[in-house]
């Protein structure tokens, strides 16, 4: 990922780091209930396939969405 020139380097640090708990499971269910977003659209929106996903990967996956979005609106 190329974020250097989208996000402030240190943001990514945050969303790449290792961190204790990051193996722990987080279910679509919960991400739902935090985020108040329906569960269909975190799936589209971060094409998660699983019920089920580590903290690790989670973080990723809203980083890769986050760039994709800057992306977007860069081109308008």
């Not at 987080?26 to 975190?42: G, M």
């Not at 799936?43 to 996956?61: H, Q, Y």
């Amino acid at each position: 990922m190329d974020t250097e020139k989208l996000l402030d380097p240190s943001l990514e640090k945050v969303f790449s780091a290792d961190l204790p708990g990051d193996e722990e499971g987080i279910t679509l269910e919960q991400i739902s209930l935090l985020t108040d977003f329906p569960e269909d659209f975190i799936k589209k929106e971060l094409l998660i396939e699983k019920e089920e996903i580590s903290m690790k990967e989670f973080r990723s996956k809203v980083l890769e969405y986050l760039e994709k979005t800057i992306r977007l609106d860069q081109s308008i």
